[in-house]
């Protein structure tokens, strides 16, 4: 009874390691992808038409299950899904309401730079030794 215990573990343990390997690396959407949602937004905004509203949406809905992009990025692209819709009457208030978060999209949604270390300076050698 003793060794049923580890074994049970050990095949729990060797029938879960395939879910985990079988992760494939997801690329982080190109900086080009937020840039033409974020026209097609600015277009929704300004023309106040189906097309391009909807268009907007799809666009930004599809990368709402992106792996790789923060809660902030979602949040904004929730936003457009949200607002980026066709009005009776096209005001400030709902032009600005769908520009807001189109002009926040490339930036909050761009791709981390992972900073490089920088080298050491070489130490001097030229002074002399304290004793």
């Known amino acids: 009874m003793n060794q049923t215990i580890p074994m049970r573990a050990f095949l729990l343990l060797a029938l879960a390691l395939p879910a985990f390997a079988g992760q494939a690396y997801v690329p982080w959407p190109s900086t080009e992808t937020f840039r033409s949602i974020q026209l097609d937004a600015f277009r929704c905004s300004r023309e106040n038409q189906d097309a391009p509203c909807r268009i907007t949406r799809s666009k930004a809905d599809a990368l ?16 457009l899904i949200e607002t980026a819709t066709v009005s009776p009457s096209n005001g400030y208030k709902r032009r ?36």
């Open 64 to 79: 709402m299950d992106h792996p790789r992009l923060p809660v902030i990025c979602k949040d904004v692209l929730w936003t």
């Open 96 to 131: 600005d309401a769908i520009d807001k978060p189109a002009r926040r999209l490339v930036n909050i949604c761009a791709e981390p730079v992972k900073k490089q270390s920088k080298p050491k300076s070489p130490q001097r050698s030229g002074f002399p030794a304290s004793s």
